[in-house]
């Protein structure tokens, strides 16, 4: 067996750019722009440019252009089935 | 290889106009779209959803796989020897891994890109979901992920691959964390990056605690006289057993705080231990007696808040 390979856990404690983002999730920075407008992450840092996301951020970003991508919603629409779903499992697990 | 009956999977009629077929995709993708649903094989299912769903709604790709004729799913098939599929549309929308049947039949692109047709595009992103066990989230683990890929020959043709991938997972995973893999994804086309390959971490039910970000939650029964009395009790933590003070007059309920004793992180989360008084059966007549006892010289009315 191989060496384990080189992985990012993407917690709280990883930081990337708006343009790393852009890179690792193979996005237009304008739809990242539109999903910090909606409210859906909030980068740290105010000014675009020095805007930083946590992996956490990656994550709900990823799984928001999924839901719009593939049902074919709006991003307000993606962005409350997210917070739905969220709010489904916070239930599930009972607390 | 096994062929696939895209209409079957799909549950719609061979004959099923373009609006039958995507209004059949939308409730199924609702059903099974992993980031949706919590069927078990919900992942499986969308992508083999995904890949009929990305044959049927083209009509050049749908034209060619009815030429095919009708076979059972899953029955040995061979493409035609006179098989020649080319597309100039879009390289597919889903992204994701195909079945080695599709590979064979429409895997046209990698033909496209070995004609010289320029065609450059970064590999995309696939995602794989790996199930650990809180104990392995706490103290961190490793995984062998057989991965299947799809290779490009000099000819263009696409064979299958399964690659063996030994990934380290840290310990701090909570669930739906994810963990990236960079350059694990598909192979870029044209000379372009690989995709990264990502894992969807789950964490597994536990036996008696409950994960809620890097905190753990543990019920812990108790007996009335420890609750009442304050008495030290050994409580399982994740590191191992330590001594928790329950306070004096503590009742059903109560939660205590052991700090740091959740996920390691930073800052390392919290077990949360949430007390439950478990009362003795009156199983013997010394035991009745206790109870009676209990009742002449206590004179309780838990109920009081619901009178007046």
């Known amino acids: ?95 | 290889m096994e062929f696939k009956d895209y209409y079957a999977i799909m549950g719609v009629a061979r004959d099923a106009s373009a609006d039958e077929i995507k209004r059949a995709y939308r409730r199924l993708a609702r059903k099974y779209h992993p980031d949706v649903s919590k069927e078990k094989d919900a992942e499986a299912r969308f992508k083999e959803i995904g890949e009929a769903y990305e044959v049927l709604r083209d009509t050049e790709k749908r034209a060619a796989y009815d030429q095919l004729g009708r076979r059972p799913q899953g029955e040995e098939f061979r493409p035609p020897p006179d098989w020649h599929f080319e597309f100039e549309g879009d390289p597919g929308v889903a992204g994701g891994m195909h079945s080695d049947f599709f590979e064979q039949l429409f895997g046209g692109l990698g033909r496209r890109g070995a004609r010289g047709g320029g065609f450059r595009s970064r590999g995309f992103d696939t995602t794989a979901q790996v199930e650990i066990t809180l104990e392995e989230a706490f103290r961190g683990t490793s995984r062998t992920l057989s991965l299947q890929r799809m290779e490009r020959g000099a000819d263009g043709r696409v064979t299958p691959r399964v690659q063996q991938l030994n990934v380290k997972i840290p310990a701090g995973v909570t669930d739906g964390q994810q963990i990236r893999v960079p350059a694990q994804g598909e192979p870029g086309i044209g000379g372009e990056a690989p995709g990264d390959l990502f894992l969807q971490m789950r964490v597994l039910p536990h036996r008696y605690y409950r994960l809620e970000g890097r905190d753990v939650w543990l019920d812990l029964p108790v007996t009335p006289w420890e609750a009442a009395l304050g008495e030290t009790v050994r409580v399982p933590t994740l590191a191992g057993k330590v001594d928790l003070k329950i306070p004096k007059g503590s009742q059903t309920d109560r939660q205590l705080r052991l700090k740091g004793r959740g996920l390691p992180g930073n800052p390392p989360g919290d077990q949360f231990v949430v007390l439950k008084i478990v009362a003795p059966a009156a199983d013997t007549p010394e035991r009745e007696a206790l109870y009676k006892q209990l009742a002449a010289s206590m004179r309780m009315n838990p109920r009081q808040a619901m009178e007046s």
């Open chain 1, 1 to 95: 067996m191989t060496e384990p390979i080189n992985a990012d856990l993407l917690d709280e404690s990883v930081e990337f750019s708006l343009a790393e983002l852009c890179r690792i999730m193979g996005v237009q920075e304008q739809l990242v722009v539109e999903i910090v407008e909606e409210g859906i992450v909030e980068p740290i840092g105010t000014a675009r440019q020095h805007w930083r996301f946590t992996g956490v951020a990656v994550t709900r970003i990823q799984r928001v252009i999924r839901l719009q991508r593939e049902f074919d919603v709006n991003l307000p629409g993606a962005a409350l089935a997210l917070e739905l779903l969220d709010e489904i499992e916070r239930l599930r697990r009972g607390r």
